[in-house]
T-cell receptor
């Protein structure tokens, strides 16, 4: 069965520290991969996406993600976290011909001053 | 910018009521989706639609139905609301082409009492 797993439910980092959020997928073929962010009470905003080509993808707000086929992973990184990055982050996988997405459970990021 | 608008941010309904959640997108997208978001479960697909008057079940369609009479509007219907349908509901749309992402509305937080 297709699935997306985010192993970390909560992560706390200090402001200015680096961040890595993990995402693993199980899919029949190489899926399209996405990271979304959700601030409290808001909808989902796309951070970045991977369809093909360069496996290191740059997104908005200084985020990047690396697709590793051998590990079925698509981890999200940021070199220096800001207090405004505190939010819930979702990894998702989808197929090109349907647009349907399968989401991970989400990771809540808390940023300490 | 793509805009996906959900008619209500918050709703409180009684058990047994028929509930309508409305979603409108302004970018002539082919695909529209309804997801349900619960803590620790991420987003789960309820129904989606590829075209007007067309619908397909997602992963958790029980207790729900949908209507898409016009391309820009996709309604989620709870035929007889129950307390276990208390949740955040997110509408999304995407173009019918490849290499694109889904755009999300702000969400409707539904409480069934």
């Amino acid at each position: 069965a297709q699935s997306v797993t985010q192993p970390d439910i909560h992560i706390t980092v200090s402001e200015g520290a680096s961040l890595e959020l993990r995402c693993n997928y199980s899919y029949g073929a190489t899926p399209y991969l996405f990271w979304y962010v959700q601030s409290p009470g808001q909808g989902l905003q796309l951070l970045l996406k991977y369809f093909s080509g360069d496996t290191l993808v740059q997104g908005i707000k200084g985020f990047e993600a690396e697709f590793k086929r051998s590990q079925s992973s698509f981890n999200l990184r940021k070199p220096s976290v800001h207090w405004s990055d505190a939010a819930e982050y979702f990894c998702a996988a989808g197929s090109s011909n349907t647009g349907k997405l399968i989401f991970g459970q989400g990771t809540t990021l808390q940023v300490k001053p | 910018d793509v805009k996906v608008t959900q008619s209500s941010r918050y709703l409180v309904k009684r058990t047994g009521e028929k509930v309508f959640l409305e979603c409108v997108q302004d970018m002539d997208h082919e695909n529209m989706f309804w997801y349900r978001q619960d803590p620790g479960l991420g987003l789960r697909l309820i129904y989606f639609s590829y075209d007007v008057k067309m619908k397909e079940k997602g992963d958790i369609p029980e207790g729900y139905s949908v209507s898409r009479e016009k391309k820009e509007r996709f309604s989620l219907i709870l035929e007889s609301a129950s307390t276990n349908q208390t949740s955040m509901y997110l509408c999304a749309s995407s173009p019918g082409t490849t290499n694109t992402e889904a755009f999300f509305g702000q969400g409707t937080r539904l409480t069934v009492v």
